[in-house]
């Protein structure tokens, strides 16, 4: 039973982590950000990574994502990938802190419902098969390193491989495709970090591959700089893969409180993506995702952000994932399929037409 620290209500649903209910979370107080800054502060230090983004003046800056850390020579960033050393900016790069693996498709991917591998869209061009990519495979990557702290991560082990994981070269990575590899798919943690060696491996990738279908998707909190946006724009538009986004809250003070950074990053990506998928209509470009965390990620919160993707274009896939208990914020319960069906039909309240609910082996 967790216990708002400002109104004084207990209820299975507020986080004994956070110690802020929703409603108090929206209304904002005064203290409200401190209390949240120490909270993920607390959070980080087992892992030894920085309670917050670096500012140090004489620090030499890191502009990849949102975070703008100012780093001192010998120090990490907020992401705990890159680090300054010798007057430079280093990590994440020529080598990566990464782990993949072959997932045979169709698989369990955000987009899989409206995606080549799942579905066969977009064949002959984009797809092996009209259907499901039976036979064909993804090479799954996933990249040590965040540039949120969320307290639900729901793969939140990678911190411990922060500073111990496997360091692999583009050309170690980009190899490892196959003749039955028909999709790469970064994620994490997330790939932003480590984005430029996302991208040279794609680049690779393709150009060793240059006869046959290769799939090219991330999975990202979209929080990384608009230069490197606009060069996975241009790789995904081409390859027939997409860009998933996880939007995971519209309340500003919310997303604070949940993930230890601001939004804004991500919404504005998010639109400048958007603006692109006109010009492939028939394979989704654009792919959004909410984890629907009780107490939390209600259904207002969840009309607010399919409100966002309509405006964007009415189109834009959207599924709502079931939470488990995970990390900091392990004692909530898991997503009722009650609150799941309530939050579809916000979300289509909203004017969105393609909308579903994920993970539905996780509902109670």
């Known amino acids: 039973m967790g216990v708002c620290t400002y109104c004084g209500d207990s209820s299975p649903l507020i986080s004994k982590t956070i110690g802020i209910c929703l409603k108090c979370l929206r209304t904002g107080y005064d ?20 309670a917050l983004p670096p500012r140090d003046h004489g620090g030499i800056s890191c502009k990849l994502c949102h975070n703008s850390c100012q780093i001192a020579e010998g120090g990490t960033g907020y992401c705990g990938i890159r680090s300054a050393a010798g007057g430079k900016i280093k990590g994440g790069t020529k080598e990566a802190n990464v782990d993949w693996y072959y997932d045979p498709l169709p698989t369990n991917c955000v987009a899989d419902w409206v995606c080549p ?3 066969g869209i977009g064949y002959p061009e984009y797809a092996y098969r009209q259907g499901p990519e039976h036979g064909y495979k993804n090479l799954a990557v996933f990249y040590n ?8 991560c729901q793969n939140w082990h990678f911190r411990e491989r922060v500073s111990t994981g496997n360091r692999v070269l583009v050309s170690q990575l980009a190899s490892s495709v196959d003749a039955k590899t028909s999709c790469i798919c970064y994620f994490g943690g997330d790939p932003t970090p480590q984005l430029i060696h996302s991208i040279n491996v794609s680049k ?11 799939r090219i998707c991330w999975e990202t909190n979209g929080s990384m700089n608009q230069g490197l946006l606009s060069q996975m724009i241009d790789i995904s538009l081409r390859s027939g893969g997409c860009i998933k986004f996880d939007l995971k809250a519209w309340s500003e003070t919310l997303h604070l409180a949940l993930c230890g950074v601001s939004n804004k990053r991500t919404l504005d990506n998010f639109r400048i993506v958007a603006q692109s998928t006109h010009k492939r209509p028939g ?25 966002f993707i309509h405006r964007c274009s009415p ?17 909530l319960p898991r997503t009722t399929r009650a609150k799941a069906e309530e939050c579809l039909k916000a979300a289509r309240g909203a004017g969105l037409t393609r909308v579903r609910i994920g993970n539905v082996h996780l509902l109670t």
């Open 145 to 152: 390193g965040c540039s949120f702290n969320c307290l639900f």
């Open 315 to 331: 189109d834009i896939p959207y599924a709502l994932l079931g939470f488990y208990p995970h990390f900091y914020m392990k004692e």
């Open 204 to 214: 690779m990738a393709i150009q060793e591959n240059q006869e046959r279908i290769l």
């Open 283 to 307: 394979v989704p470009l654009l792919v959004a995702s909410t984890l629907l965390v009780p107490g939390y990620i209600d259904t207002e919160e969840v009309y607010q952000i399919a409100s």
């Open 117 to 119: 591998g799942g579905t």
């Open 31 to 50: 203290g409200m950000m401190d209390h949240i800054g120490e909270v993920h502060g607390r959070s980080r230090e087992p892992f030894g990574l920085p």
